[in-house]
T-cell receptor
Framework: SQKIEQNSEALNIQEGKTATLTCNYT??????LQWYRQDPGRGPVFLLL?????KEKRKERLKVTFDTTLKQSLFHITASQPADSATYLC???????????FGAGTTVTVRA | GAGVSQSPSNKVTEKGKDVELRCDPI?????LYWYRQSLGQGLEFLIY????????KSGLPSDRFSAERTGGSVSTLTIQRTQQEDSAVYLC?????????FGPGTRLTVT
């Protein structure tokens, strides 16, 4: 069966450090992968999209990599800030359809 | 501009009752999605509307769940004969392409 796994443990880091989140998948051949941020009591907010033929994408302090051989995406938050504390969700699309399958998310807490 | 709105924000219902959840997508967005999120879990896909095409209902967990989208805009998710396991946050999203814009969700509690 198809499966998406994110860091099972919550991530606690010191302000200024880099947070690295992992998204692994099995039995998928995604056309693209997205990362969303979700704050408590709110809907997810889109952050980045990376396509299957792209290795890396950057947006401000965020960086995403996509390795279709390893079936893995890494999400990095550099120079982290307490305002980055949230749950981060990985989502895959199987084709150029817009329907997404989501991972369970990783909760990041940045300590001042 | 206005984002995706959902109503009600909270709904408490008794087991066995029917409920309707409403989603107002962003104007002009052709795609609309419903997801369910249980406590501490990721988003579970329920149904997807794209323009005038037949909806993708492959995520609906049982025939007690149905949804419609009127005039390519507002959508209603209906759950008949609610069960306690239906308790969750129901999220709606809309999009024009890949980036999905989510509403705040409806928290459904079945007692």
């Amino acid at each position: 069966s198809q499966k998406i796994e994110q860091n099972s443990e919550a991530l606690n880091i010191q302000e200024g450090k880099t947070a690295t989140l992992t998204c692994n998948y099995t039995n998928y051949s995604p056309a693209y992968l997205q990362w969303y941020r979700q704050d408590p009591g709110r809907g997810p907010v889109f952050l980045l999209l990376i396509r299957e033929n792209e290795k890396e994408k950057r947006k401000e302090r965020l960086k995403v990599t996509f390795d279709t051989t390893l079936k893995q995406s890494l999400f990095h938050i550099t120079a982290s800030q307490p305002a980055d504390s949230a749950t981060y969700l990985c989502a895959l699309a199987l084709s150029n359809d817009y329907k997404l399958s989501f991972g369970a998310g990783t909760t990041v807490t940045v300590r001042a | 501009g206005a984002g995706v709105s959902q109503s009600p924000s909270n709904k408490v219902t008794e087991k066995g009752k029917d409920v309707e959840l409403r989603c107002d997508p962003i104007s002009g967005h052709t795609a609309l999605y419903w997801y369910r999120q249980s406590l501490g879990q990721g988003l579970e896909f329920l149904i997807y509307f794209q323009g005038n095409s037949a909806p993708d209902k492959s995520g609906l967990p049982s025939d007690r769940f149905s949804a419609e989208r009127t005039g390519g805009s507002v959508s209603t998710l209906t759950i008949q004969r609610t069960q306690q396991e239906d308790s969750a946050v129901y999220l709606c999203a809309s999009s024009t392409e890949y980036e999905q814009y989510f509403g705040p969700g409806t928290r459904l509690t079945v007692t």
